[in-house]
């Protein structure tokens, strides 16, 4: 699978850069994948023409887009930690559209997101309990810092499927566009206002609002990959 067949850039003018995510035919999360991903993020983070990001894709759930010669997900971790704290820690505004079913790893792109438009048929789960998976560290902690207790219940104790307006009410929604069109349109819109806004100041304001989210996150991976590297340091010793 060629690169540009998951990860394309569209310009959109006014320094709206739109990031077209896919992975025919599943969309399935790899290693490579991930890594792709967030080597695009933090191209656009540092680009200054890029005043915000607009992401689309049809994300589907983490047990149906595994690489299917990934038998345990919990290989995946460091590339899932690494790619959506790079997307929660984006200094710049992003926007993201969401047409099908969001499920699994494809919730952390819209809850690291900054504002989310979703389409009227879409649906929005995290069923990781029912599959017996633990959320990875910077996931776990994105999802207490953007969900409220309640829908942290319904979400991920107990696997519940929340349509748009359910999702809307529960904050982690905007806006629901009833046709296709419309959903890039209304999405394209909002970027445009982000990236009007003063850029440095949004910067700012975005890194004192998430900075305690990513502190902990942060802390938590050194301590996971302290005791790694203190085996490497006895057996080399």
Same mark, same amino acid.
């Given at each position: 699978? @060629?690169? &540009?067949?998951?990860?394309?850039? =569209? *310009?959109?003018?006014?320094?709206?850069?739109?990031?077209?995510?896919?992975?025919?035919?599943?969309?399935?999360?790899?290693?490579?994948?991930?890594?792709?991903? @967030?080597? &695009?993020?933090?191209?656009?983070?540092?680009? +200054? @023409?890029?005043?915000?990001?607009?992401?689309?894709?049809?994300?589907?759930?983490?047990?149906?887009?595994?690489?299917? @010669?990934?038998?345990?997900?919990?290989?995946?971790?460091?590339?899932?930690?690494?790619?959506?704290?790079?997307?929660?820690?984006? +200094?710049?505004?992003?926007?993201?559209?969401?047409?099908?079913?969001?499920?699994?790893?494809?919730?952390?792109?819209?809850?690291?997101?900054? *504002?989310?438009?979703?389409?009227?048929?879409?649906?929005?789960?995290?069923?990781?309990?029912?599959?017996?998976?633990?959320? +990875?560290?910077?996931?776990?902690?994105?999802?207490?810092?953007?969900?409220?207790?309640?829908?942290?219940?319904?979400?991920?104790?107990?696997?519940?499927?929340?349509?748009?307006?359910?999702?809307?009410?529960?904050?982690?929604?905007?806006?629901?566009?009833?046709?296709?069109?419309?959903?890039?349109?209304?999405?394209?819109?909002?970027?445009?206002?982000?990236?009007?806004? +003063? #850029?440095?100041?949004?910067?700012?304001?975005?890194? #004192?609002?998430?900075?305690?989210?990513?502190?902990?996150?942060?802390?938590?991976?050194?301590?996971?990959?302290?005791?790694?590297?203190?085996?490497?340091? =006895?057996?080399?010793?």
């Amino acid at each position: 699978m @060629e690169r &540009e067949e998951w990860l394309n850039r =569209r *310009l959109h003018g006014d320094g709206v850069t739109e990031l077209q995510l896919g992975h025919a035919p599943d969309n399935q999360l790899t290693a490579e994948f991930l890594n792709d991903f @967030e080597r &695009e993020i933090r191209q656009l983070s540092e680009d +200054p @023409e890029v005043r915000a990001i607009l992401l689309t894709s049809p994300f589907m759930d983490l047990s149906v887009g595994l690489d299917p @010669e990934i038998s345990d997900p919990a290989t995946l971790e460091p590339d899932l930690n690494s790619a959506f704290l790079a997307l929660y820690a984006c +200094p710049k505004p992003v926007v993201i559209a969401s047409v099908g079913r969001c499920s699994g790893a494809g919730m952390f792109f819209v809850l690291a997101s900054d *504002l989310r438009v979703s389409h009227s048929r879409a649906s929005f789960e995290m069923i990781e309990v029912q599959q017996g998976h633990h959320y +990875p560290t910077a996931l776990m902690e994105i999802a207490r810092a953007v969900l409220d207790t309640n829908t942290q219940r319904r979400l991920m104790l107990t696997g519940q499927r929340l349509g748009p307006i359910a999702a809307r009410n529960a904050q982690f929604v905007e806006i629901i566009a009833d046709d296709l069109q419309d959903l890039h349109g209304y999405a394209l819109k909002e970027a445009r206002k982000l990236a009007a806004l +003063p #850029s440095q100041a949004y910067a700012e304001i975005k890194r #004192s609002l998430r900075q305690d989210c990513i502190a902990r996150i942060e802390t938590r991976l050194d301590a996971e990959l302290a005791p790694t590297a203190n085996e490497r340091s =006895r057996l080399a010793g």
